[in-house]
């Protein structure tokens, strides 16, 4: 299994409260994303990282930030959490997004309950 | 955008019968991955494709670029299999088109 650790796995807390999931890797693969899970959705991409300090948008990145200071670590942050950002949230790597054969692992998510 | 679409939503078989999900989408594209998902469990990857079939153990995945659709088969289904299997395609490259677009998934409910 390919090494990726989030944490933390589950979270409750409140309207407002600043929130950071943390998504690290032992595989040195250089692309990290974060999805979030919903029923009646498909996984949906926040934002992804394809290097050191090298971040960009997905499509549903309003109201979440993120930072990638090491190629390890992968942190996604809630800077005010609302309850539509309740959701089940999973971290991804890959090698690289070029060629066909390059699979995404998964991390074992983490379910964030926001009331 | 691609849409992504899988039939059936849900399913469920008596172990040992043949399981197909179908996956279908609306734009070109240079793979498309299968996935599955055991019930508050992490997500597998089982294949990716760009082209005609794989097989992996009772696992067959197929393709048909030309009718933009792709299969999943189960052979003699056991109760293990029971999971959400869900179907992600990635556009050509370039520009944003190389990102995963996800369908909704099926739920498979194998019964002993």
């Known amino acids: 299994d390919a090494g990726i650790t989030q944490s933390p796995r589950h979270k409750v807390t409140e309207t407002g409260t600043p929130v950071t999931l943390r998504c690290h ?3 040195n693969h250089r692309y990290m994303y974060w999805y979030r899970q919903d029923p009646g959705h498909g996984l949906r991409l926040i934002h992804y990282s394809y290097g050191v300090k090298d971040t960009d948008k997905g499509e549903v990145s309003d109201g979440y930030s993120v930072s990638r200071s090491k190629t390890e670590d992968f942190l996604l942050t809630l800077e005010s959490a609302t309850s539509s950002q309740t959701s089940v949230y999973f971290c991804a790597i890959s090698e ?10 998964f991390g074992d998510g983490t379910r964030l309950s926001i009331l | 955008k691609n849409e992504v679409e899988q039939s059936p939503q849900n399913l469920t078989a008596q172990e040992g ?24 469990g992490g997500i597998v990857s089982l294949f990716m494709l760009s082209s005609g079939k794989k097989k992996h153990g009772r696992l067959i995945a197929t393709i048909n670029i030309q009718e933009k659709h792709s299969s999943l088969h189960i052979t003699a289904s056991h109760p293990r299999d029971s999971a959400v299997y869900i179907c992600a395609v990635r556009g050509r490259s370039g520009g944003s088109n190389y990102k995963l677009t996800f369908g909704k998934g099926t739920l498979l409910t194998v019964n002993p």
Do not use: R
């Not at chain 1, 690289?96 to 692992?105: A, K, L, V």
């Not at chain 2, 999900?21 to 498309?32: E, P, R």
């Open chain 1, 25 to 27: 890797q032992t595989e």
């Open chain 1, 96 to 105: 690289s997004h070029w060629g066909p054969d390059q699979p995404q692992h």
């Open chain 2, 17 to 40: 019968e043949f399981i197909t999900i179908n996956c279908s989408y609306s734009v070109g594209i240079s793979a498309l991955h299968w996935l599955q998902q055991h019930p508050g």
